[in-house]
């Protein structure tokens, strides 16, 4: 029996990021894509992974946007806080995953699927653009079995952290510790992701909702929420209000709901209070900006490494606003070596 205490669980899905700014614009043609767009790969798209491969510049680095986040949590936290679950496949592009958990000290418990690769995300840059084709590959092949074959490791997590990209792959894993999280009165928290989650993955996602402590997003996936439940809401300060306000299951806690905008403020409202906090974000150099992918991951690491710490809200505020600013000073979703201290 594990009996070491984590601070935070985190359950997605694991990816390898494989970015390139070779013949961008060719790439964005031939598999008429948008230069900003999300694309979940079929099969017309799978020879993209190798053209991006061939370029000697291409940057391979960890994705999935609850691994991010789980790095960064750990980052900041004390050694052996964080554990991250998810599935890989048998092969090298797992073992790169690994080296850069090791280097923050994340703990993973990988389910490995011996038929599918390690999921992969080709990133095809032109100027400041960023088109994202995903294949999820053995990610899509996480089974609740395994969470409960490590339920020892969940049962010595003092609080749980899923990315709504599993609202797509694993619905039975999310549920497990959703509810574990309420019968426990342990903080339960979802990342919306994308506008698509919203959209597309609206039952899953509702069936989340009430168990709810923290929901994150961006204002994009806000919209897309109010849009998909027909709401008659479109400033991001009503949205935020009424995800807070939405059922609970743990009254025990009340939700905090947290959009991120960019430069733009943070925007948080707490159920029952009638006021929506707005917090300004950190502004940094534009020419210092290396790479935007991953701001509301890494966002999201310095707010629930906040909430691990028992920080004040508006405390988690400001350490997701710096973990954000570091992490997009990174080619892809990193954090800065030497290690810096919030
Ligand atoms: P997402 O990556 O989900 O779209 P956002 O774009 O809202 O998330 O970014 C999340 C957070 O990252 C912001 O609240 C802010 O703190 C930080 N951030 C993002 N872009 C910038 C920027 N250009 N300058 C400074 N901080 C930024
Ligand atoms: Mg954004
Ligand atoms: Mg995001």
Same mark, same amino acid.
């Given at each position: 029996?594990?009996?070491?205490?984590?601070?935070?669980?985190?359950?997605?899905?694991?990816?390898?990021?494989?970015?390139? /700014?070779?013949?961008?614009?060719?790439?964005?043609?031939?598999?008429?894509?948008?230069?900003?767009?999300?694309?979940?790969?079929?099969?017309?798209?799978?020879?993209?992974?190798?053209?991006?491969?061939?370029?000697?510049?291409?940057?391979?680095?960890?994705?999935?946007?609850?691994?991010?986040?789980?790095?960064?949590?750990?980052?900041?936290?004390?050694?052996?806080?964080?554990?991250?679950?998810?599935?890989?496949?048998?092969? =090298?592009? *797992?073992?790169?995953?690994?080296?850069?958990?090791?280097?923050?000290?994340?703990?993973?418990?990988?389910?490995?699927?011996?038929?599918?690769?390690?999921?992969?995300?080709?990133?095809?840059?032109?100027?400041?653009?960023?088109?994202?084709?995903?294949?999820l590959a053995a990610?899509?092949?996480? /089974?609740?079995?395994?969470?409960?074959?490590?339920?020892?490791?969940?049962?010595?997590?003092?609080?749980?952290?899923?990315?709504?990209?599993?609202? !797509?792959?694993?619905?039975?894993?999310?549920?497990?510790?959703?509810?574990?999280?309420?019968? +426990?009165? /342990?903080?339960?928290?979802?990342?919306?992701?994308?506008?698509?989650?919203?959209?597309?993955?609206?039952?899953?996602?509702?069936?989340?909702?009430?168990?709810?402590?923290?929901?994150?997003?961006?204002?994009?996936?806000?919209?897309?929420?109010? =849009?998909?439940?027909?709401?008659?809401?479109?400033?991001?300060?009503?949205?935020?209000?009424?995800? *807070?306000?939405?059922?609970?299951?743990?009254?025990?806690? /009340?939700?905090?709901?947290?959009?991120?905008?960019?430069?733009?403020?943070?925007?948080? *409202?707490?159920?029952?209070?009638?006021?929506?906090?707005?917090?300004?974000?950190?502004?940094?150099?534009? +020419?210092?900006? =290396?790479? !935007?992918?991953?701001?509301?991951?890494?966002? *999201?690491?310095?707010?629930?490494?906040?909430?691990?710490?028992?920080?004040?809200?508006?405390?988690?505020?400001?350490?997701?606003?710096?973990?954000?600013?570091?992490?997009?000073?990174?080619?892809g979703p990193g954090?800065?070596?030497?290690?810096? !201290?919030?």
């Amino acid at each position: 029996m594990a009996s070491h205490q984590y601070q935070l669980l985190c359950l997605e899905n694991p990816i390898l990021d494989i970015i390139s /700014k070779k013949d961008g614009r060719a790439l964005l043609e031939e598999y008429a894509l948008d230069p900003n767009g999300f694309t979940m790969a079929d099969d017309k798209h799978k020879s993209i992974y190798d053209k991006l491969l061939s370029d000697p510049n291409a940057v391979l680095t960890a994705g999935g946007a609850a691994q991010n986040t789980a790095r960064g949590v750990q980052y900041i936290l004390e050694p052996d806080s964080v554990v991250y679950f998810g599935c890989v496949g048998n092969d =090298e592009y *797992a073992e790169k995953l690994q080296e850069a958990n090791k280097k923050v000290g994340l703990k993973v418990f990988y389910r490995v699927d011996e038929k599918e690769p390690t999921g992969r995300c080709g990133v095809v840059v032109t100027d400041h653009n960023r088109s994202l084709v995903t294949d999820l590959a053995a990610a899509n092949c996480y /089974k609740v079995e395994h969470l409960k074959e490590h339920w020892d490791v969940v049962e010595n997590s003092k609080a749980y952290f899923v990315g709504g990209y599993h609202l !797509t792959v694993c619905v039975p894993a999310v549920m497990a510790l959703a509810e574990d999280a309420a019968k +426990n009165n /342990k903080p339960f928290a979802l990342s919306l992701n994308a506008p698509f989650i919203c959209q597309f993955f609206k039952d899953p996602l509702d069936q989340t909702a009430p168990y709810w402590d923290y929901i994150v997003g961006n204002e994009t996936e806000a919209v897309a929420y109010a =849009e998909a439940h027909s709401l008659d809401l479109k400033a991001p300060q009503e949205i935020v209000k009424h995800l *807070a306000n939405l059922p609970k299951k743990n009254t025990q806690r /009340k939700r905090v709901a947290i959009i991120t905008q960019g430069t733009e403020p943070t925007l948080v *409202a707490v159920q029952g209070e009638d006021e929506v906090k707005s917090y300004p974000v950190h502004p940094i150099d534009k +020419n210092k900006i =290396e790479d !935007t992918t991953g701001a509301g991951d890494a966002f *999201a690491a310095g707010f629930f490494a906040g909430v691990a710490k028992g920080e004040s809200l508006e405390k988690c505020v400001d350490m997701g606003q710096w973990l954000a600013a570091l992490g997009i000073q990174e080619q892809g979703p990193g954090y800065p070596f030497p290690k810096q !201290t919030y």
